[in-house]
């Protein structure tokens, strides 16, 4: 473990385990790479080094105020990936991490990337436009900072507590653990970070990022994603990037990596050994 100041004074922190080819996690909103703990000492035990940081603003990085953007998550990404020198490294990606892998490939080139893999990630674009009729409406990213500005905390149970994991869904087996795990992660980031992500994640347009990525690609999507539904994303993605591969995953949620993580990890590793 470790941190890195970038070239606007943010300290990022990050985790960097192991030897052999790396293996290099962007989390999603608003939590940070603690998400990835099972990932990390599953690939780990597998032979990979696993890398991940905290996103600015989330975990244990600086709660900055302003620089919530792609550009930025990205930039601070090649920071860490340079710092370490990193080569022919994976870039996995979930929910908003996998925004930030694909703007990172396209923005930075191939030259350090070997694969890049995309879980329940919100490529190509969330919100609903002209050209994206599917998305969602405005109002629902609207809503989102108008509960987290209410009162954050709340907020950061409800969410977990049901469509996260799909434990709003009749029958669903909850886990109070990693709701818990959740709140606790979201909680130790700052407001003005989630806030302004809110907009960073559901408002990007990745479709000319997708295009530019040549290195094989693995999109992973839960058909049951309430969060970022499949069809509006996933289903999309594959066919934006060169050389795509759609495992689609029916009745699982957005936070399969937690709640499915054996399946995702097991078919993760074969994907990579193929």
Known sequence: MGTITTTDGTEIFYKDWGTGQPIVFSHGWPLSSDDWDTQMLFFLAAGYRVVAADRRGHGRSTQTGDGHDMDHYAADLRAVVEHLDLHDAIHV???TGG???????????????ARAVLISSVPPIMVQTESNPGGLPKSVFDDLQAQLAANRSNFYRALPS???YGFNRPG??????????????GM?????????????????????????????VLVMHGED???VPFADSGALSVQLVQNGTLKSYPGFPHGMPTTQADVIDADLLAWLRS
């Open 188 to 216: 130790m980031g700052g407001a003005k970070a989630h806030y302004d992500g809110i907009v960073a994640f559901s408002q990007t347009d990745f479709t000319e990022d997708l295009k530019k990525i040549s290195v094989p």
């Open 99 to 113: 925004g930030e892998v694909a703007h990172y490939i396209a923005t930075y080139g191939e030259d350090r990337v």
């Open 93 to 95: 990606g979930h929910s």
């Open 172 to 185: 669903a087996e909850t886990s109070e653990a990693i709701i818990e795990n959740w709140w606790r992660q």
């Open 225 to 227: 994603d309430q969060i």
């Open 162 to 164: 049901g469509p996260f």
